[in-house]
């Protein structure tokens, strides 16, 4: 029943208070996060450099 658009949802529900660098930390911890953004294999680096995202 639960389709990757439902996951990414409750994904954006979750993260929507959360800074840039707490999401990319999160998502570079969770396999779960990185397949629900549209990842085909678990990441062990991050997939932007962090400097990009602050503003």
Sequence with gaps: ?????DGRTAL???TSGMSDEA?????LENPYWQYFTG???FEHEYP????TTSR
């Design 1 to 5: 029943m639960s389709s990757s658009s």
């Design 12 to 14: 954006s529900e979750y």
């Design 23 to 27: 999401f990319l930390d999160e998502w």
């Design 39 to 41: 990842g085909i294999y």
């Design 48 to 51: 932007t450099d962090q400097s």
